[in-house]
């Protein structure tokens, strides 16, 4: 389901000045898809983006705007990208054969978080006997918001990629300093609380603007 304004600003004030890990874990407990910290940091990071990827579609659009950098003549242009949807029903538990590959969680990467040897200790925890670059592109499928791309300038045809929990973070920590500014207007304006307009629908919410004479 969608997520609604209190829901964005809780998850912004939770998971602000976290490392990403942590700061994953806090937006899937604050926006309701996992019951508690220490569970999300159970749940591997496919998991993740795709719990926070079906919100994310739901709030703000399947379709993202993002801005990538050619490989081939390294020109930056705006691309578009789809945000899968495909959350699964639990935590993911790891394999028990020690050479099956697996996905890490979110609590394995927060523990090698600045580690020197974070690459190393990761590909020897999920890897097992699988190829690295078969977990890499395994890790790429279940994580990111990929889209074909042509650069004008080169010609060149490329996939945009960007991770599903960092753009969601991007997207929250965007929209919830403009809510609360719009929060500041009208609780001036009408003398509302922060829970009764963060409670209004977003159409609503952009005509009391207008009305404050603070509205496009």
């Not at 919100?55 to 990208?81: D, I, R, S």
């Not at 060149?156 to 920590?173: G, K, P, Q």
Request: glycine share 8%.
């Amino acid at each position: 389901m969608p997520w609604s304004a209190s829901d964005v600003v809780s998850a912004w004030e939770t998971a602000e000045g976290l490392i990403p890990a942590e700061r994953t874990a806090a937006l899937l407990v604050a926006l309701g898809l996992a019951p508690d910290h220490r569970t999300a940091l159970e749940y591997d990071v496919g998991r993740a983006a795709a719990l926070l990827g079906t919100g994310l579609a739901e709030t703000f659009g399947e379709t993202v705007e993002v801005v990538v950098g050619c490989p081939q003549c390294g020109g930056l242009l705006q691309a578009q990208a789809t945000v899968p949807r495909s959350p699964q029903p639990g935590p993911t538990a790891a394999p028990t054969d020690p050479e099956t590959a697996r996905l890490p969680t979110l609590g394995e990467l927060s523990r090698v978080h600045g580690r020197p040897d974070a690459a190393a200790t990761l590909r020897h925890w999920c890897a097992g006997h699988t190829e690295p670059g078969t977990v890499l592109a395994h890790l790429a499928e279940r994580t990111m918001v990929q889209g074909p791309v042509v650069c004008p300038d080169c010609e060149a045809v490329f996939d945009a990629t960007l991770d599903v929990a960092a753009l969601s973070w991007e997207r929250i920590s965007t929209e919830a300093p403009r809510l609360l500014a719009d929060v500041a207007v009208l609780a001036s304006a009408f003398g509302w609380s922060e829970a009764e307009i963060l409670g209004l629908s977003a159409h609503r919410r952009t005509a009391y603007l207008q009305l404050a004479g603070a509205g496009p």
